[in-house]
Every structure is written in C-alpha cells, then in structure tokens.
C-alpha cells in the first residue's frame, strides 16, 4: 500500500497520467482502508487519511446543488472557503496548547470566513474549562476592544453560545490603553471572564473607524498576550497518537466551520438568523429586532445586524438610504455567498462611519453597483449579479432608522433621478 501512495502522490504532484486531483485524492483515501496498516504507519497516517476523506466529501457537496453556485466564481469561492477553513484549522489547533495557549490571528485579507470585517482584527486562543488564565494587552487606539468565551462539546467543535462576553465597558484600562483581564478561577467584580464546563476557546474583537481598511494595514499591532496564571510543566516532544489526536481535531474544527459557511442566500430559519435576516432580496428587516447574539457564537453580544440578498441585473444599482444611529462602531460591508468579504484592500466594498459622506440633512445615500455611478458611497459589486448586504451597529442603546431600499439604473443616477 505504501507503493501505491507514494504513485498517487507523484501522479498528484507532476499530473501524471491524467489524474485529477479529487479522483487521486479520493484513490489515496480509499487506500487507507484496503489493506492494514504497514509497519510505521499508525494513528496519525490514519488521522491525515481521514482528512483527505473529509476534503473529498466536501468537494462533493461543493460541486452541486445547494452548494454549488451559479457562477464560475461562485463555484471557485466554494473552494476557497474550504481552502481558507483547512488552513485556519491546521493553523490554530495542530499547535494549540490549552495548557499554555497564544493568540493566533483569525482572519484577514489572506484568510476570509466567518463574516470577516474590513475594520476589525480578530484574534483567538484555545483554553481549558478548567484552567485559569491572564490576558495582557493594549486598545492601541480602537474603537471598541472585547473578549468572547465560545462554548463547544469538544475541542474544535461547532460552538453552541457563548459562556461570557466583556467589552471595553466593563474593564478597567489605563492611561496608556493597557489592560489586564482575568479568565476563570475565582470570581472577580471586575476584569473577569467567567468559565463554563464546555469553555473552549476565546475570540477578541478590535474594531477601528478609519478611512481606510484597518484589517488591510500590515503596520498595524495590537499588543495581546495570555498565560496561564500556573505554568505548567514542559511538554514531551509529540508521539503517534498525539499527532492523531491533533489531526483529528482540525478535521472537527474543518468541518465546524464550513457548515457555518453555508450559502448566504439559502432559506435560514429559526430565532438565530430569522430577526436581522431577510428573505426578500434588496430589502432589510426591521433593525429594532433584536436577535439572541449569544446563541450564534462568533457573532459580537454587542451588535445588532442587518442582513438581506442583493439580486441585480446589468446596468442596475440597489440605493440604500438611512441615518447613523447613536452607537460606537457602525459599518456595513459585501459579502459572498460564504460569509467572506470582497477585495477590502483593492476596492471599496464596506463603508463605516469615517468613510460615509453625509446628505445636509445628515442621512446617508449608498450605492450598490457593478460600475461607478460616479457619485459618493459606491460599493463596488465587482461586478457581480448577487451577493451579501451586511451591517453591523455596535452597542446601539436606541432607536435605528430603518434602511430603505430601491433598484434604479445606473444610467438614470448619473442623470440625476
């Protein structure tokens, strides 16, 4: 068997004989299980097998219907998340370390899933629910800086909520921006994150107004450490099974989050996403519903969201008209079928507060459009006939204007109407 492997891999590797990857990777997964095991090939030689198992099975589900999309792009985004969801997954847990964890950057313009955001930087760190734990760090002058616990079954597994949630707000920070926050062990009145059972990890949230995209801005650091308040012993040097276990983790994690990835423009129900979520193509709901963010986790307990469809033909532009509410961050941005953002370093596919320019009466009129209409607030479609409208407004105590909508040519915007 391992012949066989090492004349998959080749053929994978210089395209010998033909060989597509899917088929060769499906023949080398299957191999896996036609014979035992040879010497020196165990547990992790399985755990890698499996994952090229699980990649195959996705590329099936991502090569039809209601996966697959109805563009070439779409179809080549479906890739793309499993791409961005495989490397996030061998990134953070082949090396984690609940005992002794480290942050690790979750997305940005190389990596793009989950509802990433043009103006936040998110970072994440693995934990145990038993442990107990320092975070070190500084807002290095963000808009808003908070900390979410997600709860999971297991480690890389699909969160169910979140355990505790702490925003800017409800931590004390120095002078100079600098902060320390405790997680579990004894309970604090301040500065504390409290563990549950099933605690598995913590997400961090740096949002930034700025005319340009901050996630963008390679100079950008934003101090953070955590440590365990205990250090623990110095680990052996990794085995077989801890490899295996590792592996199989990241396929948990792997498939976690592509089943959060599913398309956007698929029917979703349920008290999660039926508030901010619209059914209506080019229209959004009500912004005053407020939806249980805690129940969804990876989203901000502080946001309230809008969500709808864009379905444009050529030559045609949706207009959103509304007023900025009285809140802390304020944006709204493109998606694709995915949950992951448009080309933010080279387009103008988001707008927040900073970047908006405002009618004298202090509203705001955005462009939705594949071309420039040649006036303020154009978000670049790039040129695509559907796609995500997204907003997020940010400890918004009030009332939210209701965004409203309209399909117009293009050509009668540039004429004024």
């Known amino acids: 068997m391992v012949s066989n492997r090492r004349s998959l891999l080749k053929g994978m590797t210089l395209g010998g004989a033909g060989v597509a990857f899917p088929g060769a990777l499906a023949s080398l997964a299957a191999s896996s299980t036609a014979s035992a095991q040879p010497a020196g090939s165990g547990a992790a030689s399985r755990a890698w097998l499996d994952l090229a198992k699980k990649l195959v099975e996705w590329d099936a589900k991502s090569s039809s219907p209601p996966w697959a999309g109805i563009t070439s ?19 953070f847990w082949m090396s984690a370390d609940t005992s002794n964890p480290s942050f690790t950057r979750f997305v940005g313009p190389d990596r793009k899933l989950l509802g990433d955001n ?11 629910p038993d442990g107990e734990y320092i975070i070190r760090g500084n807002t290095a002058g963000a808009t808003y800086t908070s900390f ?31 902060y320390e926050i405790h997680v579990g062990g004894p309970k604090r009145e301040r500065n504390w994150l409290a563990l549950s059972a099933d605690s598995r990890t913590i997400t961090t949230r740096h949002y930034f107004e700025r005319t340009s995209s901050v996630a963008a801005d390679q100079s950008l650091h934003i101090p953070l450490t955590i440590s365990p308040v205990a250090r623990p012993a110095a680990t052996l040097p990794p085995d077989e099974e801890a490899i295996a276990a590792r592996l199989n983790t990241v396929i ?13 423009d698929l029917p979703r129900t349920g008290p999660v996403f039926a508030p901010f979520s619209s059914q209506v193509p080019n229209q959004f709901t009500d912004p005053n519903v407020k939806a249980n963010n805690r129940a ?57 507060r900073k970047q908006t320019s405002l009618e004298q009466d202090g509203s705001f009129r955005m462009i939705l459009a594949a071309e420039d209409p040649g ?38 915007l540039k004429r004024g109407r």
């Open 73 to 91: 792009n779409e179809q080549a985004e479906a890739r793309l998340l499993m791409a961005d969801s495989l490397q996030l997954a061998l990134d």
């Open 118 to 128: 043009p103006d936040a930087i998110y970072f994440f760190a693995p934990i145990r």
């Open 148 to 178: 979410t616990v997600e709860r999971a079954d297991r480690d890389g597994g699909r969160v169910i909520g979140l355990a505790a949630t702490l925003n800017d707000t409800e931590f004390d920070i120095a002078a100079d921006g600098s």
């Open 252 to 264: 948990t994690y792997f498939e976690a989050v592509m089943d959060i990835g599913k398309p956007t």
């Open 296 to 352: 969804m986790g990876y989203a901000a307990a502080d946001n309230r969201y809008l969500q709808t469809q864009f379905n444009l033909a050529p030559g045609e532009a949706l207009e959103m008209r509304g007023r900025f509410p009285e809140c802390r961050f304020a944006n709204v941005v493109l998606f694709n079928r995915y949950f992951a953002t448009y080309d933010f370093v080279n387009r103008q596919v988001s707008l927040n």
């Open 375 to 412: 006036l303020p607030n154009w978000l670049d479609t790039e040129g695509r006939p559907r796609g995500t409208v997204f907003w997020r407004f940010q400890l918004a105590p009030g009332h939210i204007e209701p965004i409203r909508t309209r399909v117009v040519k293009v050509k009668d």
